[in-house]
């Protein structure tokens, strides 16, 4: 199969500069968009900003358990020794453990939450499919932060995404809040593409995951979008919801607070938007970071 054109070139094709995005924001045609869950006034703040906070959509008492499962797995040495638990490089607290959905039947039920689900397929105009799913944890005064990025040009280069029509849903397992490391967002940066400097290394994702030096985008671009449109941290209590557009500029700082900051990612992709080869040339990576082979469409199932 012949790849796609790469739109996005970055790392190895760096150039300095921005590339115009090459695909709409929302792409649900006008049936689409006028059935669907969320209004007209939420989707123009989704398309304008490139994210959309929903403050408690789930009941705390409805995540509290998927807290509990994340300390069982801290808990457990030889969970915290498969590749898909990240720990901080001290390797005493968990940092991201991914492929939740597959690890979990409760994960699993809550991507396929029948109005969630609505929500991301108004969002991206087709079914979709988990690309990738992960707790981000950062533990009371120790929690490492998250560098500048678009998730996309991670997607894109190293796993292959080829193009923009992607959305994180991401449900605050704990309350975030201004002190404990919460996710900062520069709206409007979605609207183009940011490449990075740098080569990828081989088998980049055994390093990256833990302290991402590649795939970083200059700081000078990210200086020039949040003098334009500023910087935005979606706070709230445990459940609530906020989805990310795929190429979003996002980051966060260390958890300096006594209190913990737990986050869930269900990353829904197009199934007409699967993926190709990777565009940096190198070998995809695992599929618990970019799923190749389980992509069929999502189902709801009510809890």
Not at 95 to 103: G, I, K, Q, T
Not at 220 to 225: G, I, Q, R, S, Y
Not at 280 to 303: H, I, Q
């Amino acid at each position: 199969m012949l790849q796609t054109t790469d739109f996005y070139p970055t790392r190895e094709g760096y150039t300095k500069g921005r590339f115009p995005r090459n695909e709409p924001v929302i792409h649900a045609d006008a049936v689409q968009r006028a059935e669907g869950p969320l209004s007209e006034n939420e989707l123009g703040k989704y398309e304008r900003d490139g994210f959309l906070s929903l403050e408690g959509y789930f009941s705390p008492e409805a995540v509290a358990p998927f807290f509990d499962e994340l300390d069982q797995i801290e808990k457990d040495p030889v969970m915290c020794q498969k590749d898909q638990v990240i720990m901080d490089p001290d390797q005493k607290k968990v940092r991201s453990v991914f492929d939740m959905h597959n690890l979990s039947s409760a994960f699993d039920r809550m991507t396929r939450d029948p109005h969630l689900l609505s929500m991301v397929q108004q969002l991206l105009g087709s079914d979709v499919y988990i690309h990738q799913s992960r707790i981000n944890d950062k533990s009371g005064f120790c929690g490492n932060g998250f560098e500048w990025h678009s998730d996309f040009e991670t997607w894109h280069s190293e796993d292959g995404m080829p193009a923009m029509r992607a959305v994180s849903a991401s449900i605050m397992l704990t309350d975030n809040n201004a002190f404990n490391g919460p996710l900062m967002l520069i709206p409007g940066s979605h609207q183009s593409f940011v490449p990075c400097p740098g080569e990828t290394p081989d088998n980049n994702w055994t390093e990256s995951l833990k302290n991402q030096t590649v795939g970083v985008p200059p700081r000078e671009a990210v200086a020039d979008l949040a003098n334009a449109r500023g910087i935005e941290q979606p706070l709230g209590p445990a459940g609530s919801l906020l989805l990310f557009e795929c190429n979003t500029l996002h980051a966060s700082n260390a958890n300096m607070s006594p209190w913990p900051r737990s986050n869930l990612f269900f990353v829904y992709n197009s199934v007409d938007n699967r993926l190709e080869k990777p565009f940096s040339g190198k070998s995809p990576r695992p599929g618990f970071l970019g799923a190749r082979e389980n992509t069929r469409p999502l189902t709801p199932v009510s809890d």
